[in-house]
């Protein structure tokens, strides 16, 4: 079994006079443990996710999950029922919902951004992610020295006829910051940034892409969207 390291970044923190000033620092790593078979990378799709939290993210999770009930308590909104045909909540309340119900839906949202859906073919495959780190940093402390926020874990891909392993992978995205700077650009949502990073490089691994890939896509699906909608508005005026 081979084993690949990819480092997409180094985390540094660039100081500018005083700590309080320190800007945001991201290093995003993933690790190849098993190579998916090549006809499967970038011809595949996510159908189910099962996340498992393992005992060493346990209590700091717990944490998070209390203040995502909090955000649904504050938000007037009613307690979290998954739908039964499993639909996606608007993503404005992906925030006020366990993790292990938020991850599935935005690891399907972010393949799909990179073009892995049903509707291009390819075949299905199922994630099970095991977390095992996750940790946000304090923002009083953060404002006073460099802090991260963590979230770390393997993903191993199934087949979904036999359940059987086809590929597996580590991910680790830790966002470093400090300051005044570093928290202007942390914001808010920090649980689903996490998570969104996490599924960024999942992404990468999944279709076999580099960020240069990437920003083709993105100017790809652009481009389809500006010819529909011009496609769209000729129809409309020849009527």
């Known amino acids: 079994m081979k084993k690949f390291l990819f480092a997409a970044s180094i985390p540094v923190l660039v100081f500018t006079g005083a700590v309080a000033f320190s ?13 998916l078979p090549p006809e499967i990378v970038d011809k595949n799709y996510v159908d189910q996710v099962e996340v498992i939290v393992a005992d ?3 209590e700091k999770m717990a944490k998070l999950e209390e203040k995502a009930a909090e955000k ?27 993790f292990t119900a938020m991850m599935p839906f935005v690891m399907r949202d972010v393949t799909r951004k990179w073009g892995l859906t049903p509707e291009r073919g ?9 977390v095992e780190n996750i940790k946000t940093a304090n923002a009083g ?38 300051g005044l700077a570093g928290l202007a650009m942390r914001g808010s949502g920090i649980r689903e940034k996490l998570v969104e990073e996490f599924a960024l ?8 892409s ?8 993105v100017k790809a699906d652009q481009q389809a969207a500006e010819e529909k909608s011009k496609a769209g508005g000729t129809t409309a005026s020849a009527n």
């Open 122 to 130: 390819g075949k299905a495959v199922n994630l099970r992610i095991t």
């Open 56 to 58: 060493t993210a346990q």
């Open 141 to 178: 402390m953060a404002l006073l020295l460099a802090s991260s926020d963590e979230l770390s874990g393997e993903v191993i891909v199934l087949d979904p006829a036999t359940q059987k392993q086809i590929g597996n992978f580590y991910v680790q995205v830790i966002n470093s910051h400090g």
């Open 210 to 217: 580099t960020k240069k890939d990437w920003k083709k896509r």
């Open 201 to 208: 490089e999942s992404s990468r691994i999944l279709t076999g």
């Open 23 to 35: 800007s945001a620092a991201f290093a995003k790593q993933r690790t190849v443990i098993e190579q």
């Open 72 to 98: 649904r308590a504050d938000a007037k909104l009613a307690s979290w029922t998954p739908a039964a045909d499993g639909a996606a909540p608007p993503v404005a309340q992906y925030a006020t919902i366990p």
